[in-house]
């Protein structure tokens, strides 16, 4: 019994420890950023994110201390990862549209307003909460549906038709709504060549550092070398370098 007490002792110390130890490396690096050692600050905060630690803070100015330093594509990747865990925060997304007008932005496909309208609407709930609308709807199908075989009115198969409006509306918002979460999208590191093939053997043009790409498939060639196929923000798809794409996760 004294045995396990001090095992449990010694485990909870060291947890202390370890959150005592991360906290100093945290200070550390505001300090250094505060006296414009920008490099000492990047290293301080990478020893907590090697720790297997990660927060809004620790990307968020991982970002700053990057964008600083003059490593644009790195900063936008961070801010990219704070606004994973934070997404309206207003500040991170300031300095994440400062950063992007310091590179070379790929122009986006123009999109009708009723698509921005659409991603608007499906992305104002999660993903459970779309499943949990559309069981509901579901159900007052099934219920409506009874009492109509029972009592004919035209008010329940208005309400009938209504409810099957609703399920659709919700099932397309839950499916987008999925899609958006299991999208892989990733910050291109250095200008990159972009090839027709896996084979990463015919390039068909240039990309450069700092944009962003959602990431559709990862091949490893005959030569042992990673490749990317992606898809780019002007609708272009292409495969790039495994080394010189991070992934936003």
């Not at 945290?26 to 414009?36: C, D, T, V």
């Not at 400062?98 to 123009?110: D, G, H, K, N, V």
């Not at 921005?116 to 549906?145: A, D, E, G, K």
């Given at each position: 019994?004294?045995?396990?007490?001090?095992?449990?002792?010694?485990?909870?110390?060291?947890?202390?420890?370890?959150?005592?130890?991360?906290?100093?490396?945290?200070?550390?690096?505001?300090?250094?950023?505060?006296?414009?050692?920008?490099?000492?600050?990047?290293?301080?905060?990478?020893?907590?994110?090697?720790?297997?630690?990660?927060?809004?803070?620790?990307?968020?100015?991982?970002?700053?201390?990057?964008?600083?330093?003059?490593?644009?594509?790195?900063?936008?990747?961070?801010?990219?990862?704070?606004?994973?865990l934070?997404?309206?925060?207003?500040?991170?997304?300031?300095?994440?549209?400062?950063?992007?007008?310091r590179?070379?932005?790929?122009?986006?496909?123009?999109?009708?307003?009723?698509?921005?309208?659409?991603?608007?609407?499906?992305?104002?709930?999660?993903?459970?909460?779309?499943?949990?609308?559309?069981?509901?709807?579901?159900?007052?199908?099934?219920i409506?549906?009874?009492?109509?075989?029972?009592?004919?009115k035209?008010?329940?198969?208005?309400?009938?038709?209504?409810?099957?409006?609703?399920?659709?509306?919700?099932?397309?918002?839950?499916?987008?709504?999925?899609?958006?979460?299991?999208?892989v999208?990733?910050?291109?590191?250095?200008?990159?060549?972009?090839?027709?093939?896996?084979?990463?053997?015919?390039?068909?043009?240039?990309?450069?550092?700092?944009?962003?790409?959602?990431?559709?498939?990862i091949?490893?060639?005959?030569?042992?070398n990673?490749?990317?196929?992606?898809?780019?923000?002007?609708?272009?798809?292409?495969?790039?370098k495994?080394?010189?794409?991070?992934?936003?996760k």
């Amino acid at each position: 019994m004294r045995l396990k007490i001090t095992i449990v002792l010694l485990f909870f110390a060291a947890l202390v420890k370890a959150d005592s130890y991360l906290d100093s490396l945290f200070f550390k690096g505001n300090a250094h950023y505060i006296e414009e050692q920008y490099a000492d600050a990047i290293d301080s905060y990478n020893q907590i994110l090697d720790s297997n630690y990660a927060s809004f803070e620790l990307y968020y100015n991982l970002g700053n201390s990057y964008f600083q330093f003059g490593k644009i594509p790195k900063s936008i990747l961070y801010f990219e990862k704070a606004l994973l865990l934070d997404k309206g925060n207003k500040s991170c997304l300031n300095n994440l549209e400062l950063a992007r007008s310091r590179i070379e932005m790929i122009e986006p496909i123009p999109r009708l307003f009723y698509v921005n309208w659409w991603n608007l609407f499906s992305s104002s709930l999660n993903l459970n909460w779309w499943s949990v609308l559309l069981i509901i709807s579901v159900w007052s199908i099934c219920i409506f549906i009874v009492l109509f075989s029972r009592n004919r009115k035209k008010w329940i198969f208005n309400v009938i038709i209504s409810s099957i409006i609703l399920c659709l509306i919700f099932a397309f918002a839950m499916v987008s709504a999925n899609n958006k979460q299991n999208k892989v999208s990733g910050i291109i590191m250095t200008d990159s060549k972009l090839y027709s093939s896996s084979s990463l053997k015919s390039d068909i043009g240039l990309v450069k550092a700092g944009n962003k790409a959602i990431v559709k498939e990862i091949f490893t060639t005959t030569e042992n070398n990673d490749a990317v196929f992606i898809h780019l923000e002007d609708g272009q798809t292409a495969y790039i370098k495994a080394s010189e794409i991070r992934l936003i996760k």
